[in-house]
């Protein structure tokens, strides 16, 4: 089975902090991705990498960098937090075949004050 | 336009029923298809795929898929209380890397 962990369930940061949110899979996937996802909103692309150190922006990148080293984990960096960034962060993992299914990590929280 | 459309709900139906759950996405050249189940607080898992147009079944679950009409439903047979969740129609485009696009989600309630 498929598992992508999140490091952490519930974040709660200070407006103006540096975050960092973890995410790593354990099945040689070559696609991460990071989610957020918000009410009536659904879910919106932040970021995804196809490779270690590739990247490509998804449809809301602002605010949000990435960083990928390892194959394995993928991170997701807000670089001065804002209460607007307060949402469900979801990271998920897929094969390189167009075909292949999203596996998802359990979220996390983040609250911004 | 959105590019994969779906209707927020609630869908309410009655325990034993058929839960239909439609979906239209705008890509023409869309290739892949999945659906996704969310319950309240959990992450999404994945229930259906389907790539050629047509049905496929598995177990209480059949997806449909019209590329012509660019439409893709799900239904579940036989609804039980359990199948209560949001179920999210996703969308991956055609050309270039992975990109999935997801729907907003539609709520279905079953009504023991």
């Known amino acids: 089975d498929v598992k992508v962990t999140q490091s952490s369930r519930y974040l709660v940061k200070r407006t103006g902090e540096k975050v960092f949110l973890e995410c790593v899979q354990d099945m040689d996937h070559e696609n991460m991705f990071w989610y957020r996802q918000d009410p009536g909103l659904g879910l919106r692309l932040i970021y995804f990498?196809?490779?270690?150190?590739?990247?490509e922006k998804g449809d809301i990148p602002e605010g949000y960098s990435v960083s990928r080293e390892k194959k394995e984990r993928f991170s997701l960096i807000l670089e001065s937090a804002s209460t607007n960034q307060t949402s469900m962060y979801l990271c998920?993992?897929?094969?390189?075949?167009?075909?292949?299914?999203?596996?998802f990590g359990n979220g996390t929280r983040l609250t911004v004050t | 336009q959105k590019e994969v459309e779906q209707n927020s709900g609630p869908l309410s139906v009655p325990e034993g029923a058929i839960a239909s759950l439609n979906c239209t996405y705008s890509?023409?050249?869309?290739?892949?298809f999945f659906w996704y189940r969310q319950y309240s607080g959990k992450s999404p898992e994945l229930i259906m795929s389907i790539y050629s147009n047509g049905d496929k079944e598995d177990g209480r679950f059949t997806a449909q898929l019209n590329k012509a009409s660019q439409y893709v439903s799900l239904l579940i047979r036989d609804s039980q209380p359990s199948d209560s969740a949001t179920y999210l129609c996703a969308v991956n485009r055609r050309g270039g890397y992975q990109k999935v696009t997801f729907g907003t989600g539609t709520k279905l309630q079953v009504i023991p």
């Open positions: 998920a993992s897929s094969g390189s075949s167009y075909n292949s299914p999203l596996h």
């Open positions: 990498s196809y490779d270690v150190k590739m990247k």
């Open positions: 890509d023409r050249g869309s290739q892949s």
